[in-house]
Every structure is written in structure tokens, then in C-alpha cells.
């Protein structure tokens, strides 16, 4: 029995997580779970799963909560400081790290210090940090097992093989809900059209990112960080069909790929699972009703985004944690209509160019750089819509 703890309970991830769990009621317990505010939502876990500990970060949420529950067989927590109480506790196996955006920054280290095996589904932190995250989890021999789909492809398919023979990694993008339209035509694109995901269901930041194809980019800077692979050996290619969620090209021209249905809930399973593999009923892909698979390359001119996360991996520094911090200032923007679909890519390319680059960033590098772009993309947005 595995006891799992889930920081982002609330979200797609999470509640996806929760779903695998409750089909192996022997395998896993839910030791604690953390929500943002969602409070509705995160009473409804509490009464299925019965966890020992929950945190709620808004304070006034968490008091509202307080209030419902007044069982004392429940320890509620509040604000980040109770956050890093339920990541300490030694009673916990695996952390399901599915905080979104730069919040998972400190939540991660925290879990890293405390030696905890991690199932990592936040890009942001990793963009952000990777090559700090990467170093301290090496250094306290801490395994951070990746839940995205993508990255768990490339995970599975490099597991047990000689990294020094590895030529290419290809991550696969479905290419969004506007893989066919040119650039004029996403001026004026509504945010329900943006949201409305071909392949995936997700949160509305992540599923912005995808259609912009910043979500492929973000992967191709994880990726680095993750596996320790120079950008240049890792390609992006618009595979419409979501099928083949990365392959592993090596030096002999032998190229391995991992394949399954489009459901998030199998590769969290795995996450939660490895090393060992669980029978499951989630759907199986059946080759005899695939008539093909197509593969495309992407239109870097339609979709800027993904430029600018190439020039942040190859310039290194601290320019990732800028290029992630001007796009969810931006995405969020759009997500308030106060920016245009075509205008995120602009704020973070401005944001980028007035950016002076740090090598060899510490965390308070990453820190400051992070706040001085998002008031930089905050000023570039509103002098846009003047």
C-alpha cells in the first residue's frame, strides 16, 4: 500500500489522479491532499478518499472549510507553511506534484529536502529552475518520475539504455485546434475556441499553451532539464492523431516509441505504479481502427511561441525563467480578455529583448527575474491595449 499525497487536488490533473487511486483501493490510500481554494471540490475528496491531512492555501477558504469539517480525525492546514508541514510528514511515500505555474517552485524543493519520490506534472517549475532542481535532486538522490505524457514517454522508452548513444528525442504535438489555419486568422479567435482542445481535456492555462504551441516549447526546455539532452537533439513534430506521445532516435537509426490511448489517467498510473505495471480498464488502442498516423513540421512562423522557447533553451540562464514568467502573465491576460490570442506571443518576445541574461543563475536570480518579467509583461500588455 502506497500512501500518496496530492498538491493540487482540484485540478486535471489531480482529479485524474484520484481516479486512478480509486481503482486500486489495495494499492494506494490517500495520505493528504492540497487545493488552492476550490474548497467544493476539495470537501467531496475529503468524504471519498478520507486523507489524514489537507492544506488549503487561501487562508479565508481554508477557514471556510474548517467550518464544514468537523471531524477530528482530519488535520487541516493553511497557507503555504502547512503545505511544507504535509510534505515533511514521514508517513508519506509519493508526492503527486500537480500545482500549477511557478507556485510548484518551493512545494517541489521542499519535497526534494525531504527526500521524497516525486511525480512530477508541473512544467513551470522546471522551466523556471531546472538546472537547480535537477542538481539538488541529484544530490539527495531523490527520483523525480515524470507524469506528462510526453515526458513519460521519453522516460520509458530511454529506461535501461546508453544515453551516450542517443542522437534525437522527438516530442509529438497534436498541434492544437489550429494546426490548419493561418496566422491572420487567429486575430480575433474567442477564448472558447482556444479551450476547445482537439485531443485533451485540461486546465484552461495549459490547454491556452497548447494552442499557441508554448506547451510543446515549455516540454522542450523540461526535456533538457529532465533528461540532461542539448536542445539541439530535441525535435518537435505535429503528430495530429495523439497517439505516439514521444519517440527515442539513437545513433544505430533504431527509433523507440511509446504508444497509447489519449487519457492522462495512464501515464499518472504509471507514475504512481513504477517500477511495476497495473492491469487497468481505462481504454486500450485497437490498431485495427487507426487508419494512419501523420506527422507534420511545425509552422514556427504561425506559431512564435515555440521559437521563443527554442532561443530561451539555447541562450540558457535565466531566460527560460523569463520566457515562463512572461507567458503566464500573458496567457492569463487573454484568459481576461484584456490581450488577444495573436498578442501573447508579442509580450513575451518584448519581454525577452529587454531581458539581460544571467548564466549560471542561483534560486534568488530566478526569483528576481521571474517578478522584473511579469511587471515587464504587465507594462508591455498595457500599453497593447492602449
Known amino acids: 500500500m502506497k500512501k500518496i499525497a496530492i498538491l493540487g487536488s482540484t485540478g486535471s490533473i489531480g482529479k485524474n489522479t484520484l481516479a486512478v487511486i480509486r481503482n486500486f483501493p489495495k494499492r494506494f490510500s490517500v495520505q493528504a491532499l492540497c487545493a488552492k481554494s476550490n474548497i467544493g471540490l476539495l470537501y467531496q475528496q475529503i468524504r471519498e478518499f478520507h486523507p489524514k491531512m489537507v492544506c488549503v492555501i487561501e487562508p479565508l477558504a481554508g477557514l471556510k472549510l474548517k467550518t464544514k469539517i468537523k471531524s477530528c480525525k482530519v488535520k487541516i492546514y493553511i497557507g503555504k507553511e502547512g ?16 500545482i500549477t505555474g511557478k507556485e510548484a517552485l518551493f512545494p517541489l524543493l521542499k519535497a526534494i529536502d525531504y527526500q521524497k519520490e516525486i511525480a512530477l506534472a508541473n512544467k513551470e517549475a522546471l522551466v523556471a529552475a531546472g538546472e537547480i532542481i535537477m542538481r539538488r535532486a541529484k544530490q539527495k538522490n531523490v527520483k523525480i518520475i515524470p507524469v506528462d505524457s510526453e515526458q513519460s514517454a521519453i522516460w520509458q522508452c530511454l529506461n535501461g539504455q546508453d544515453r551516450s548513444k542517443l542522437k534525437n528525442i522527438y516530442l509529438t504535438a497534436s498541434g492544437g485546434p489550429f494546426r490548419n489555419k493561418k496566422r491572420k486568422e487567429l486575430k480575433d479567435v474567442s477564448i472558447r475556441q482556444v479551450l476547445k482542445h482537439p485531443r485533451w481535456r485540461m486546465g484552461k492555462k495549459i490547454t491556452v499553451d497548447s494552442a499557441t504551441l508554448m506547451n510543446k516549447g515549455l516540454e522542450v526546455l523540461e526535456t533538457m532539464y529532465l533528461f540532461g539532452i542539448s536542445p539541439e537533439k530535441i525535435k518537435v513534430i505535429i503528430h495530429p492523431q495523439a497517439i505516439i506521445h514521444s519517440l527515442v532516435e539513437f545513433i544505430d537509426g533504431i527509433v523507440l516509441a511509446q504508444l497509447s490511448f489519449t487519457d492522462m489517467r495512464i501515464p499518472i498510473q504509471y507514475a504512481l505504479s513504477y517500477p511495476e505495471r497495473l492491469s487497468t480498464y481505462f481504454p486500450r488502442l485497437d490498431f485495427f481502427k487507426i487508419k494512419e498516423f501523420n506527422f507534420e513540421k511545425p509552422n514556427f512562423k504561425q506559431f512564435p511561441c515555440l521559437a521563443l522557447a527554442y532561443e530561451a533553451a539555447y541562450k540558457g540562464g535565466t531566460y527560460p525563467a523569463v520566457l515562463n514568467a512572461a507567458n503566464e502573465v500573458s496567457v492569463e491576460a487573454f484568459l481576461k480578455k484584456r490581450l488577444d490570442f495573436i498578442s501573447i506571443p508579442k509580450i513575451i518576445s518584448k519581454v525577452l529583448i529587454s531581458h539581460k541574461n544571467i548564466l549560471n543563475p542561483n534560486l534568488e536570480d530566478i526569483l ?9 509583461a504587465e507594462n508591455f500588455i498595457k500599453k497593447e491595449i492602449n
Not at 368 to 376: F, L, P
Open 368 to 376: 528576481r527575474v521571474d517578478s522584473w518579467a511579469r511587471e515587464e
Open 83 to 98: 503545505l511544507d508541514e504535509i510534505i515533511k510528514d514521514k508517513q508519506i511515500d509519493k508526492i503527486v506534484l500537480a
